[in-house]
């Protein structure tokens, strides 16, 4: 990320889905979930606080921050979802 904070989903109603498979067992859920990471982000400028809708579809995201006179961007976005024990 260049120049760009507090990226998170947009809306309180965000909501993922998902379908799993464990790539050891191949165990997978039965039902498909929705999941789409490419849209629904916001952010703020780093200097200038200006908000950004994101649309991370292509894994990369860049505009320009008029407020601040630089570019700010998203690049190379990757997800990974990691079990945590509790």
């Not at 990974?80 to 509790?86: S, Y």
Request: net charge negative; with cysteine; hydrophobic share 30%.
């Amino acid at each position: 990320m260049e120049n760009i904070t507090n990226l998170k989903t947009e809306g309180d109603d965000f909501r993922w889905y998902l379908k799993l498979k464990c790539e050891n067992c191949g165990e997978e859920t039965p039902d498909y979930v929705y999941l789409t990471a490419s849209v629904g982000w916001i952010a703020e400028g780093t200097e200038s606080g200006t908000p950004f809708s994101i649309d991370l579809s292509e894994k990369e995201w860049y505009d320009y921050d008029e407020k601040a006179g630089e570019s700010v961007s998203i690049s190379e976005a990757g997800f990974q979802f990691v079990h945590v024990k509790q």
